[in-house]
């Protein structure tokens, strides 16, 4: 009777990290890492010491000094002699607040846009596609500055809303669009007024928590539950009544017409604004052609199959061939969203003053700190 041993282990030789492909590998990534770390130790040196012959030194001291500039549009307080580095927090803040803005309207029109370029209505498929070819081939500069103009020369001035016989009047008496910006209700938060918050954003976690319990429900037991009213009764409901029974804790300060110009409320300058949709419709143009991508890789049969079962066009594409192509859809939409928010660098050709305007532009202008 045989029996099975293990074959003997062979001892490690140093020769194995060159001639073994076991180990190959790891040992030129090793040697590459080596050299450089020693390459960007060379660079380093000759940094400091370059900067010493010239009496200089690495400092972030300047952050603390007093900036001496005013910017046009801030979320937070912020004046001129505030410092470099409250600058340069207006300045990251603008920047997210134009991405984030762009990434929300720039998926939504993407999404839209996407789905109707594979419409059957041969009208609705070819207007889509010109929207497409005509706003992905021209830079987004041209549209940046194309929005910027189109505000200025067609939205009437504030003192076109002046008297009874304006020439302009607001929309509901709340809302003005002019050439200098648009100008929107401001929420004033009353005691109390964090319980609808709170019950607002409780309300959206419940919409999100329900719906994805029927679609559990639909593709584990094919229970097709309603989504529409109870969606929009979750919405609703439990704000308004918290609302309400709290004595409305929430009011708005509407803008209205000061002098030369509109005081209160929510003032969006143009340059915000032109900013915004031109990034939006141009990277909106490059979402379209990934949902469309996306939904041309899932397989046909896919369609066939749920319209064999009698669901409706709209349920297949929301239940079976969006989730499927998401996966397809998801990493070139990422690549958008980052493309959005270095686009938004463009900023400073119509005033508008992000981190590239303030901390890279003015602040480094005036201090002459290009290394910090």
Not at 206 to 217: E, G
């Amino acid at each position: 009777m045989s029996t099975v041993t293990d074959p003997p282990v062979e001892s490690f030789r140093l020769s194995q990290l060159i001639n073994d492909t076991r180990y190959r590998s790891i040992t030129f990534q090793f040697i590459a890492l080596i050299l450089l770390i020693f390459a960007m130790a060379y660079l380093g040196w000759n940094l400091v010491q370059n900067l010493a012959a010239a009496g200089l030194n690495i400092s972030y001291d300047f952050l603390g000094e007093p900036a001496g500039y005013d910017i046009n549009q801030t979320l937070i307080d912020y004046n001129s002699q505030s410092t470099h580095w409250r600058a340069s927090m207006v300045g990251v803040l603008n920047t997210l607040l134009v991405a984030v803005m762009g990434c929300i309207m720039a998926t939504i029109v993407g999404v839209f846009v996407g789905v109707l370029r594979l419409s059957p209505n041969w009208l609705i498929r070819k207007l889509m596609s010109v929207y497409v070819e005509i706003f992905r081939n021209v830079p987004v500069l041209i549209w940046i500055l194309i929005i910027m103009a189109v505000f200025v020369a067609v939205l009437p001035q504030p003192r076109d809303f002046r008297g009874d016989d304006a020439e302009a009047s607001m929309l509901w008496e709340a809302f003005a669009f002019t050439g200098r910006g648009f100008y929107l209700p401001a929420p004033i938060y009353e005691p109390g007024s964090w319980l609808v918050v709170t019950t607002f954003i409780a309300s959206l976690v419940a919409i999100v928590v329900y719906r994805r319990y029927t679609t559990r429900k639909l593709y584990n037991e094919g229970v097709l539950l309603p989504r529409a009213w109870p969606t929009a009764a979750l919405f609703f409901v439990p704000t308004l009544l918290m609302f309400f029974v709290l004595g409305m804790p929430i009011s708005l300060e509407y803008p209205e017409l000061a002098g030369f110009n509109f005081q209160g409320g929510i003032y969006m300058r143009n340059s915000l604004l032109s900013l915004w949709f031109a990034l939006s419709i141009y990277t909106a143009a490059f979402i379209a052609e990934n949902v469309r991508a996306g939904i041309l890789a899932v397989s046909k049969g896919q369609t066939e199959a749920a319209a064999s079962l009698g669901m409706r066009p709209n349920r297949i594409m929301n239940l079976v061939v969006l989730p499927q192509a998401l996966r397809v859809i998801i990493p070139p939409l990422i690549s958008q969203y980052l493309n959005l928010t270095k686009n938004s660098s463009l900023a400073i050709a119509v005033g508008y003053m992000d981190l590239t305007g303030t901390l890279g532009g003015i602040t480094l202008n005036q201090t002459g700190r290009a290394i910090e």
